[in-house]
């Protein structure tokens, strides 16, 4: 079964924002995504707003047909508008406020509490939950134990070190990938991720489900143009 592609659009909203109208239109590009093949859209709002606004999220999720992915640190703010807007899947980053990027995954028993709560407040909402996560077996088990639906696995390290060599720099994810599927933890990746080093992850990680790519997927658009881009992204995931 392909792995699914579910595109990022923070970049867009980035664009549109750097000029304070309406253009790009971030709505159209969601649906014209979804148009192309893309089998999600996902969003990641930052206190600051400087890409996706939190009042993007309802327009995003009245036009969605396909899955609907928010991103980010469980602020109270956070979640509010998550638990207004009920995505399909929330997932849950610990980038603090002002992070360029988020880099690193959740250690797990250092937020135990946090995590265990802010789970369950959004299944109780009918939202699937997935934690992002260092690609590391033993941490699976705590994403289990605080009810996690989904771990994300941080792909930047892969990213960095995938053409020195691609064995080593995916072997940790063949792990905890393993190890999430042991457990029952359904299993998605995002980070870095690109035309080249995407076709390898998704055959080497086992019962990987979904990606989600925003920063190499829309550059290549400039290129390629957003349908071509999403058909030769999904073409990887295959
Ligand atoms: N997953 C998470 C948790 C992210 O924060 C990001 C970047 O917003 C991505 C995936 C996508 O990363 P990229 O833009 O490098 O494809």
Redesign the pocket.
Known sequence: MAVKLSV?I??VALIRNSRGGNLPNLKQVAIDCEEFGADGI?V?PRPDERHVRYSDLPVLKECNTTEFNI?GYPSEQFLNHVKTVKPHQC?L?P?PPGVL??SEGWDVLRHKELLSRVIASLQDDGIRVSL?MEPDAKQMSYAKEVGADRV?L?T?RYADNYHDDRELAVAEHVGAGREANLLGLGLNA????NLDNLAYYCQQVPGLLEV??????ITDSLYYGLQNTIMMYLQKCK
């Open positions: 990022n923070n970049k996902t990641h991103e997932t980053v980038d990027t988020s992002f994300e941080y930047g995002g980070h870095d991720l989600s790519i925003g920063h190499a997927l």
